[in-house]
C-alpha cells in the first residue's frame, strides 16, 4: 500500500468522491476485509457492499490483498491501494488553474493555482517514474515562523526573495549540455489552527488571525525519466 496516491482520472475522482465508497476506502486503508465484513459497518448489504467493491477496484483504489475460505463460499479480501488519495487538477482538466494566468506574489488564490499545480506535476512524475520502475528525486522543506509583527513578515519575505533569487542565479545554467530543468516553488501562509480556520481573513499587513506563517521551499531532485520535477 501506499502512503498517498494521486487520482488524476475523472471518473476515478467521481467514484472516490460518493459518500459510500469513501467510506469503504477509509476501512480498506485500515487494514484487508471481505465485502461480508464491510457490511456491518457500512449499515449495507453484503451485495451492495460488493458491487461499490467491484466499481473502486475497477479504478484501482482497491485491489485484491488475498481470499479465504468461510464454510462453502471463497471470500476476497480487498485492501485500499493507498492509505490516502489526491484528487490531481486533470480530473477537471478544461478548469484546472493556470498560474501563468495571473500572477500575483501577494494573491492567496495565485498561491492556490500553484499548490495545484504542484499536485499535478508531481503525481504525473510519480506515474512517469513507476511506470519506468525509477525512483523520483524530489525534496521538501516544511517548518513554521512565528513573526513578532507584519513588519518582521515583510523583511523576512524580502530577505527570503533574495536569498533564493541569489541561489537561483548561481546555480542556474541554461547552456548546461543535458541539463535538467527544476521548479522551485516557496510558499508563505498563515498557519490554519482548528479554533480559527473560520475566522475572517485580515486586511494585507496586520496579524493574521490564523496563526504563524508556514514556510514551504525550495528544493531540488536528480534525474529522472519521468519529466522534470516539481519540488517545495
Not at 495545484?116 to 512524475?125: E, F, N, Q
Not at 523520483?136 to 507584519?150: C, I, K, P, R, W
Amino acid at each position: 500500500m501506499l502512503d498517498v496516491t494521486v487520482i488524476e482520472d475523472a471518473e476515478a475522482a467521481a467514484v472516490s468522491l460518493d459518500p459510500i465508497r469513501a467510506r469503504l476506502l477509509a476501512e480498506l486503508a485500515a487494514g484487508p476485509a471481505s465485502a461480508a465484513m464491510l457490511a456491518g459497518k457500512v449499515g449495507l448489504p453484503r451485495q451492495k457492499v460488493n458491487y461499490h467493491l467491484k466499481t473502486l477496484e475497477r479504478h484501482g483504489l482497491v485491489e485484491l490483498a488475498g481470499e479465504r475460505r468461510k464454510g462453502n463460499v471463497t471470500e476476497r479480501l480487498m485492501r485500499a491501494t493507498a492509505a490516502s488519495y489526491v484528487i490531481s487538477p486533470l480530473a477537471l482538466a478544461a478548469v484546472q488553474p493556470d498560474p501563468d494566468r495571473f500572477r500575483d506574489q501577494l494573491s492567496a488564490r495565485w498561491l492556490l493555482a500553484l499548490g495545484a499545480r504542484l499536485v499535478r506535476d508531481v503525481g504525473t512524475l510519480i506515474t512517469g517514474a513507476t511506470k519506468a520502475r525509477k525512483r523520483l528525486a524530489t525534496y521538501a522543506l516544511d517548518g513554521e515562523v512565528t513573526f513578532a509583527s507584519a513588519a518582521e513578515r515583510a523583511a523576512f519575505i524580502e530577505e527570503l526573495t533574495a536569498g533564493v533569487g541569489a541561489l537561483i542565479s548561481k546555480y542556474h545554467d541554461g547552456d548546461a549540455t543535458g541539463g535538467r530543468p527544476h521548479r522551485i516553488v516557496v510558499a508563505v501562509h498563515p498557519t490554519v489552527r482548528p479554533e480559527t480556520a473560520a475566522a475572517p481573513v485580515v486586511a494585507d499587513g496586520a496579524d493574521p488571525v490564523a496563526g504563524p506563517d508556514t514556510v514551504t521551499g525550495p528544493g531540488t531532485g536528480n534525474e529522472d525519466p519521468a519529466g522534470p520535477e516539481t519540488t517545495r
